[in-house]
């Protein structure tokens, strides 16, 4: 079959599912240059995840593949009768910075197409979701999504914005289909700082937070929420350990001893914690570790657990919530949050100590 190239501007994520039979039932083909072609945009200014790598934040240029359900109906989308009988968990690819699938589909010479996509794509055999649309199976697509416990194994994952009731009426003026992505989890990264310069050492050595809900379901829902999440029976509390040792890597060795200006970054580049969206609950705590290296004989560490409710009420999806730790030489430790949702916009919280 022919392949076609793509051009595209955005960036990814992952997850996994039942894979589905690719049936062409396709109605009526026409002219070569109605070949269905996408162009996809970020929904938000940057993405999380690039070249499929875990637990990392990046631009839009390093999306490495996508899925595609397409639904044809004769008239309107139904979704308790329509399913993807046009193109079923059709894998778009990246090869040599070009974009192809295959078979190559057409837009239909009457009737719709409703389209919804995720990213990045996911293989039969993923352990971390589930995906259960066949080409026969009626109603939106649906995923089950298991965040994996090792941090550097975590992924952003993107679904689009659904294109409901399509024509090739609808495609820009390069005859291409926008495909509009946002991001389904919530991201949590860590900055810290000094309340005042030090002549000695000191290091956030260790984060530990939880509890939270391992496993949900995303369904689609007719409303600007577009998708919502719900826990599934099953689902675990986990907790999460970072540090800057070599059995929980996470965070950077920054000496804060000098950073008093900014909260710097402290959280590697592929250690942001990948979760989702969920409610936090008055039991969830969080641990803090900072040593003070007073002497080479001489270190102490001091050791804050507080209530992480305190400091965020609500996990919510396509949200960065960074937890800043703002260190004193007294061994004094306040913990603040500020939230963007790749619009930066700040909450205020309260600060304890």
Known sequence: MKRKEYILLSAALLIAFTSCDK?????????ENDKIDFVTTPFHESFIQANQARGSETGNDDMQNFGIYAYYTTDTFTPGTSSPNFMCNTRVQKANEQW???????????GNLSFF????????????????STNTTSGYPR??????????TQRDLLVSLPLIDQTKANTNSNG?????FKHALSSIVFKAKMSSSCDFPVRVTSITLGDFKHKATLSYVNSPEIFS???????????YTLSTNNTDPGLEDTDLSKITNEYTSITSTNSHLMLLPQEIDASDEIQVSVEYRFAAESIQTRVITVSLKQIINSLESGKRYSINILVSALANITLTCTVAPWIPETVNVPEFK
């Open 117 to 132: 996509a995720y990213s990045p794509y996911a293989e039969a055999n993923d352990l971390y979701s589930a995906l259960t």
């Open 23 to 31: 049936s062409r039932n396709n109605p009526e083909l026409v002219k």
């Open 143 to 152: 995923l089950t999504y298991t965040v994996p416990d090792a941090i550097i």
């Open 100 to 110: 192809t699938y295959a078979p190559l589909m057409y837009w239909p010479s009457s």
């Open 176 to 180: 291409k289909l926008p495909l509009t």
């Open 229 to 239: 999440w719900t826990t599934t029976q099953d689902a675990e509390d986990k907790s």
